[in-house]
């Protein structure tokens, strides 16, 4: 083997270690840790449907304040502090997953015989109630609390709408670990299963 082929398979083999090296030393693809939550109808108390036939309501898009309009699920720290979990993420607008679950848990209930979302024309004769709904805080705390408030209208339809029920949700017994997110979304689900109570009440008196 004269000098020059001596010289090129030198590089050769130099190349072929340092191609050999590089790959050691990028790292390993790792699996992403994000977690996603969606909140869940939880029905817990009995019907409340009024007598008669049970009316239909148009739910208006749900308001949320607008620091939890976050896709990461939000921990308050303090009165002033609060930490976005961003390896743990609400599965859709956290405004359509409260509607969703508001929805179901109307009919579910027997309250409404049909709860239309925003922007859904009803197929048989105008609703009989628009419902409006603005959530103020949906967070746990890391003390183990968990902060749900709402405030709801009810409210007739027509040429002269007239408000005929209002709440204000803020169930106080909830409570989750502080460390495990699945927890406080089954939490939140029962606080939104509060505010279907609530409502729900409300519709059965205005339809007497």
């Known amino acids: ?52 036939k049970a009316p239909v309501v148009h ?20 009165d002033h502090e609060i930490e976005f979990r961003e390896f743990a993420r609400w599965g859709e607008p956290l405004e359509l997953g409260i509607g969703r679950v508001l929805r179901e848990d109307l009919v579910a209930r027997g309250a409404a015989g049909a709860v239309l979302a925003a922007g859904v024309r009803a197929t048989e004769g105008d609703p009989d109630f628009t419902l409006v709904v603005r959530v103020l805080a ?36 909830l409570r989750w670990d502080g460390k495990n997110e699945a927890a406080l979304v089954a939490q939140l689900s029962k606080a939104v299963g509060a505010l279907a109570d609530d409502v729900a009440g409300g519709i059965a008196r205005s339809a007497k």
């Open 1 to 52: 083997m004269n000098a020059r082929a001596k010289f090129y398979l030198g590089l050769l083999v130099v190349a072929s270690g340092f191609l050999l090296s590089s790959c050691s030393l990028v790292p390993q693809a790792q699996p992403d840790p994000t977690r996603f939550f969606v909140l869940s109808a939880l029905m817990s108390s009995p019907p409340q449907a009024p007598a008669g």
């Open 59 to 78: 739910l208006r898009q749900v308001e949320l304040a607008s620091y939890i309009k976050a896709k990461p699920i939000i921990v308050r720290r303090g």
């Open 138 to 173: 949906c967070e746990g705390r890391a003390n183990g609390a968990v902060n749900f408030r709402a405030v709801w209208e009810l409210a007739t339809t027509g040429s002269a709408p007239k408000v005929v029920a209002r709440g204000d949700v803020q169930p106080g017994d």
